[in-house]
Each structure stands twice: as C-alpha cells, then as structure tokens.
C-alpha cells in the first residue's frame, strides 16, 4: 500500500532551538496536513498544504509543500516546552474529499532534552 | 462550533466481548472516518462514512463495522473482542465535495476512545 515515510522518528529539543521534520513517499499527493497530538488526547490540525510551492504558517510553525508533490515539511521555530508531543504529516492522494485517500505518516515525537 | 465529541473516553472490556463506540461529528460535516491507533502501526484507516453509506474501508477484519445516522453521528462496533483490539480509537470529520475547499480533505479528530482489551 502507499506509504509516508517520516522523519526523524524522534527528537529532542531544547527551549529556543528550531526543529525541522519532513514526510516524503513515492506516490504524488494534492493536499499535505500536518497534525500534533498531545498524550491521550486526538490530533489538531496545525497547517494544511493545497498546492505545490506553498508555503504556510501558522505562529512559529512553517510548513511547505514540495514542489515535487511527494515531500512537504514542518518547521518550528524558537521552540518552547509546550511543542512536545507527536507530529504527524497526511497525504491526500487523488481529489474528491475522502478520508479514504488520507495517509499518515508514523509521527515524529518530540521530547525535552534531559 | 463544537469539535468532534467522542464517548466514551475510556473502556475495559473482556477478551470475546463486543463494544460499541460514538462519535458526533463537527456540525455540519457529513463525513466521519474511524482509526484504530497503536504505538506500533500508527494511525490505521478503519473506515469512512458519508451520507449513512459506507464509502472506504481499509484492512481490517469483518469484526469491524460501523454505521452512520441521518444526523451524521456515527457509531463503531468491534464483536469478538481480542487482546489485539486494545488502541486508541479516533474519529474525524470532514467536509467533502463541494462543501469542501477545491475537494481537499481537512479532517478534524475527536479525543479518541482508549479501549483496553483484557
């Protein structure tokens, strides 16, 4: 099946630092959504991507989606304690509005640094 | 406007059991999509549903089914409980078609149903 590959996988960060995630596949995709979820809690919406090129933010956070319709990418700038928690980036394969054709990437978990 | 209310938020049922899940959509979105997430796999598609028509499914055995009412609330039913079954249950709603922006999908998670199988 399709298949989003994320990365990093996990992360520590810092107060202050800047992070950068990524999700790339195989398959062309038309809409990019990037998600944060909370310890039992469901994924927000943070960032959704319609076009290739586009470059959104939304506070500290950045999001693009790549030219090439296979990769997009997640910014966070002058990270705080609260940014912990785990990212996940979706792909819309095809048009319609289906969640059918949503895929998600297996998440980047942010940590403090000890 | 309300986000998408899920109950209950937590349950523990017996292995052979059966449960049932809600999920009330945002007002005014028609489709509602159930996932089943674990640490290892992630977020799995269960399926979707638009208009009380089932119209996507991912791959999941029949002991997995759902339905959806005329108001748009939906409900999940898992029969034969197994030990497997324990997750994190999400539901999201979207807007679709011509409700949506250019028929790109955002899809908007309710706070899960954490189910544990024992």
């Known amino acids: 099946g399709q298949q989003l590959n994320q990365n990093p996988q996990s992360m520590f960060i810092q107060e202050g630092e800047d992070v950068s995630m990524n999700c790339t596949s195989s398959s062309i995709f038309n809409t990019w959504l990037w998600y944060k979820q909370d310890p039992g809690e469901g994924p927000v919406l943070l960032i959704a991507?319609?076009?290739?090129?586009e470059l959104t933010s939304n506070g500290r956070l950045t999001a693009q989606f790549g030219i090439t319709r296979k990769d997009s990418f997640l910014n966070i700038s002058a990270s705080i304690p609260s940014d912990v928690g785990i990212y996940f980036c979706a792909g819309q394969l095809g048009y319609g509005g289906s969640q059918g054709n949503l895929i998600f990437g297996k998440g980047t978990k942010l940590s403090v640094k000890p | 406007k309300a986000g998408v209310t899920q109950t209950p938020r937590y349950l523990i049922k017996t292995r052979g059991q059966q449960v049932t899940l809600s999920c009330s959509p945002i007002?005014?979105?028609?489709?509602v999509s159930w996932y089943q997430q674990t640490p290892g796999q992630g977020l799995q598609f269960l399926f979707e549903y638009f208009s009380e028509t089932q119209r996507n499914k991912g791959n999941f055995p029949g002991r997995f089914s759902g339905r959806q009412f005329s108001n748009s609330r939906s409900e999940m039913n898992v029969s034969t409980l197994e030990l497997g079954d324990s997750a994190l249950y999400l539901c999201a709603s979207s807007l679709v078609g011509r409700e949506a922006r250019l028929g790109n999908t955002e899809a908007f998670f309710g706070q899960g149903t954490r189910l544990t199988v024992v």
């Open positions: 991507l319609y076009k290739a090129g």
């Open positions: 007002s005014g979105h028609r489709s």
